[in-house]
């Protein structure tokens, strides 16, 4: 029997607030354990939460970015359950009145768009984290995380493959950002991914009995715990059983996935208001407001990239990968007018020294008007291309602009015909056994003349005129 795979996704986001959701505790990664904690956070009787009004404003941005609804009114609710890490008994939620409802996003199928669509976007908090010290046998909970705030962002059941399932996890992680609301530090936890996961025999309506799927912290980890739990699901129906309705942990060690505990309801979890907290009201004017100040969206963007400055898809989604360094290539395609020349020195040489660097854009010592500036040079012929990577490294080691090298280490390309055609003569002169052997057929050594001569000018030469001259010499007896 052919068996149909069902996958739904609900994504956890960490918004970067300063403060937490319901106090003014730090929200900053990494602190000393129980530094970041206070009354209001840690639970202790008494205490009230105060709304921070930025939570809410981050979480509409995210709802309008993906084509959801935001409602006028939506409410807080207490989901119940006891675990060491949760320090009041339960976790400030949304349930029946969430912030957002009704989204997408489109991902690419077989050269296509498909729409995935989004039930929900609700706010919550954040609980501590739970330390198990196999040394000593001890556990220890650290509550710095406690109420930091989150978005959880579910999906509809609408993909069909792990790949589908890794693509739209992606696209949700560089438009939250690129709005610069989530850092999207998987390994910190600041981006986390459950997937319920269901096989159905082709053809039939109804779903089969999920599996929910969590400890994977990443794009890889999410694509190969979905291709397992495939195969798991498919051999259990093969062979007539029934898969169980439990949550399962992906083991990343041995790419396989373990048995955690039965899967819960929403009834399991006794949600009811949460008194202590108003309705939260969204006026039109707040979410005109907020639509109007978000920016191009990474798909958006690389649809522009490809129409108004005619480079390739690929080298749009490269170039769009992060806000900053699409802002980086379209200042200098501005400055220098040649926006695919601009692509392919952004996407090789700056991006490799960046990466060797291990420096944010922000960071790079070679900005947008010098690499434009550069660009400039090689195409008004000042400068070769050979020529043009040595002093791209000068900028990117003294912060020079490029035609200060130039003139500085005296690189200005030779481009009088009178004085190449002598050098080109000298260079076929040397070399008499490969001049015979490229006259008698072997015209791969053109290649190597060309060397000889730029080798000869110590790279200064211009290309083209060496190419030219010798195609002249070469040709003639």
């Excluded at 396989?256 to 009834?267: D, I, Q, W």
């Excluded at 006794?270 to 969204?282: A, C, N, T």
Aim: hydrophobic share 35%; glycine share 6%.
């Amino acid at each position: 029997m052919t068996y149909e795979t069902v996958i739904g996704l609900e994504v956890h986001a960490q918004l970067l607030t300063k403060t937490k959701i319901f106090c003014g505790c730090s929200t900053r990664f990494g602190e000393t354990p129980n530094s970041n904690t206070c009354p209001i956070c840690l639970g202790m009787p008494g205490t009230l939460p105060v709304l921070n009004k930025k939570v809410v404003e981050y979480a509409m941005r995210m709802a309008l970015a993906t084509h959801c609804t935001v409602q006028a009114t939506s409410t807080w609710a207490r989901k119940n359950y006891f675990y060491p890490d949760l320090p009041k008994g339960y976790q400030i939620t949304q349930f029946d009145r969430p912030l957002a409802e009704a989204g997408y996003v489109d991902i690419e199928k077989n050269g296509a768009k498909k729409r995935i669509g989004i039930t929900r976007i609700h706010m919550e908090e954040d609980a501590g984290k739970s330390i198990h010290d196999e040394l000593s046998g001890s556990s220890y909970v650290d509550l710095n995380r406690a109420a930091v705030p989150l978005i959880e962002i579910v999906s509809e059941p609408d993909m069909r493959s792990p790949d589908e399932a890794a693509q739209y996890l992606r696209r949700l992680h560089e438009i939250l950002v690129y709005l610069e609301i989530c850092d999207g530090n998987m390994e910190e936890g600041s981006f986390r991914c459950d997937a319920n996961i269901s096989l159905r025999p082709e053809g039939q309506e109804s779903f089969g009995i999920r599996a929910e799927l969590k400890n994977m912290n990443s794009f890889h980890n999410v694509q190969r715990a979905l291709e397992y739990e495939i195969q798991r699901q498919r051999a259990i129906l093969e062979r007539g059983d029934r898969v169980v309705q439990e949550t399962r942990l992906w083991n990343t060690s041995q790419e396989v996935t373990h048995s955690m505990r039965g899967k819960e309801e929403a009834h399991d979890y006794r949600y009811f208001p949460e008194p202590d907290l108003l309705p939260i009201v969204i006026s039109d004017a707040w979410k005109e407001e907020i639509a109007n100040a978000l920016p191009e969206l990474p798909m958006e963007k690389r649809e522009r990239f490809v129409s108004e400055y005619g480079i390739p898809p690929y080298d749009a989604g490269v170039l769009t990968a992060s806000r900053a360094l699409a802002d980086y290539y379209e200042e200098v395609a501005r400055l220098c007018g040649r926006p695919k020349i601009a692509s392919n020195w952004v996407m090789g040489d700056f991006l490799a020294y960046l990466n060797e660097a291990k420096l944010e854009i922000g960071e790079s010592p070679v900005p947008p008007a010098a690499l434009a500036e550069l660009i400039g040079i090689i195409e008004d012929g000042t400068i070769s291309g050979k020529i043009a990577k040595e002093v791209f490294e000068e900028m990117w080691q003294s912060g020079k602009q490029p035609k200060e090298i130039v003139e500085d280490k005296g690189l200005v390309q030779i481009t009088d015909t009178g004085e190449l055609e002598k050098i080109v003569e000298e260079v076929l002169a040397a070399h008499q056994n490969q001049l015979e052997q490229y006259r008698t057929g072997k015209d791969q050594l053109f290649g190597f003349f060309v060397g000889q001569t730029m080798k000869a000018t110590g790279g200064k030469a211009n290309p083209k005129v060496v190419n030219e001259l010798l195609k002249k010499k070469l040709s003639t007896p």
